[in-house]
């Protein structure tokens, strides 16, 4: 029994799963972040007023930092 711990195997997940972040256009948490690695680019699109946006993205890039490349950006063209 002491070594049934180990059988269990730890879940990674390979594909990058959208998340869910605070729009600053209408004030929503509805932006999703896609990481397009391939294309060196992420799209980012708000469900709820459908602001949508593209910035630069690498293979390092997580979603959080395009969102803020993304705000950064926002706050400096609005
Ligand atoms: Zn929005």
Do not use: W
């Not at 997940?13 to 391939?38: D, N, W």
């Not at 949508?52 to 803020?68: C, F, K, N, Q, W």
């Amino acid at each position: 029994m002491a070594r049934r711990k180990r059988r269990k195997t730890t879940k990674r997940p390979k594909r990058t799963f959208p998340k869910v972040f605070l729009c600053p256009k209408c004030g929503k948490r509805s932006i999703r972040v896609k990481v397009l690695k391939e294309k060196g680019s992420a799209d980012i699109q708000c469900g709820s007023c459908k602001l949508s946006e593209s910035v630069r993205a690498h293979i390092l890039t997580d979603p959080i930092d395009a969102y803020h490349e993304f705000l950064d950006n926002y706050s400096k063209t609005h």
